[in-house]
């Protein structure tokens, strides 16, 4: 592996950890609502990271940019009809929701430190 597909992949297992400790916590601060808000928030955090990497991926290729742009439209509509989804008919709460969906940039930043402090001096 190269050094960007290895920060890819410790972004993924960061993601994965912040997000099950992150609800694991709420879980035990808040109760079970606030636990599942944050659980699914860092789940279509995970989504989001991924399907963006694919993106990504796919700049500069044959795909075609109509799919592209259909699917990064469509995934704001899925976002907005998952919130109202919450808010209407589920008693998770939002406001984890919205805190799981920064894990993915959580994640980010952790990796940022690791690279800063492990960066070879020149």
Known sequence: M???EQALERIRKATFALGAGGAIGMFAWRGWAWGAGFALGALVSWLNYT???RVAYAIGTSRTRKRLAIL?????????????VILRFTKISMPAVLLGLFVSVAAVIVEIIIQLAYAPRT
């Open 72 to 84: 990064a439209g469509l995934r704001y509509l899925i976002l907005g009809g998952g919130a109202y």
């Open 51 to 53: 399907f963006l990497k």
């Open 2 to 4: 190269t050094d960007p």
